[in-house]
């Protein structure tokens, strides 16, 4: 059973530049949360979504930043027009249950992303 | 909304105990995770606590007390590999919530 697989590790983007990164929750996960890490600080939550849900954005930027979790294929947490304070990690996290269960979340290894 | 706080760095040396401590005020709680993350990884998942008192698993113990709104993580006869940092989370009481990290405590072991 594979984990949490998120591509790619690392992404460099110019400013103005589109990015993009990818999610796929572990096998039988319906849950997926996106954090956000600068360095040397903790996780910082951005969104929770369900399989075309979105459930909690309150994390999330209101312009630029937008995510999703189509029916078939990965959650994709997308930043348009970057600029160089969205270079960070940018981390995924999927689990069976929802918000509040007793169940751990699982991470993905990240994305790193740096805006040049 | 949710504060929640822990010390931003530790030493201590290989063989012996440290306690990372998490305070944290939460307007809904239901439960504590503390997880380890080594620089450039995943945070990895250690322990869950829903009520009061010490959970013990391996070399790794985690408290909670919920009317002080306190919990600890014991890691005992460290190793070097133990050097990471380590996450207090707080689990909302809410379905519609995602887990709310600290900080996290830098670890350093020392030989």
């Known amino acids: 059973n594979a984990g949490v697989m998120q591509n790619p590790r690392h992404l460099v983007r110019r400013r103005g530049q589109e990015a993009r990164l990818r999610c796929s929750p572990m096998?039988?996960?319906?849950?997926v949360y996106w954090y956000r890490q600068l360095p040397e600080e903790g996780l910082k939550f951005m969104v929770y979504?369900?399989?075309?849900?979105?459930?909690?954005e309150s994390g999330m930027p209101k312009e630029r930043f937008s995510a999703e979790f189509p029916k078939e294929g990965p959650s994709i947490l997308r930043i348009q027009q970057v600029v160089r304070g969205d270079s960070a990690a940018y981390f995924c996290?999927?689990?069976?249950?929802?918000?509040?269960?007793?169940?751990?979340?699982?991470f993905g290894q990240g994305t790193r992303l740096t805006v040049v | 909304g949710q504060n929640i706080d822990q010390p931003t760095e530790m030493t201590a040396t290989e063989g012996a105990i440290v306690q990372i401590n998490c305070t944290y005020q939460?307007?809904?709680?239901?439960?504590l995770f503390w997880y380890q993350q080594h620089a450039g990884e995943a945070p990895t998942f250690l322990s869950y606590n829903v009520l009061d008192g010490l959970e013990e698993k391996g070399r790794f113990s985690s408290f909670l007390s919920r009317s002080k709104g306190y919990s600890y993580l014991l890691l005992k006869e460290l190793q070097m590999k133990d050097s990471a940092s380590y996450l207090c989370a707080v689990s909302p009481n809410t379905g519609r919530r995602a887990l709310t990290f600290g900080s996290g405590t830098r670890l350093q072991v020392q030989p």
């Open positions: 096998k039988g996960h319906s849950h």
């Open positions: 979504l369900q399989k075309e849900n979105i459930i909690d």
């Open positions: 996290a999927s689990s069976p249950l929802g918000g509040g269960s007793n169940t751990e979340a699982f």
């Open positions: 939460t307007s809904g709680f239901n439960g």
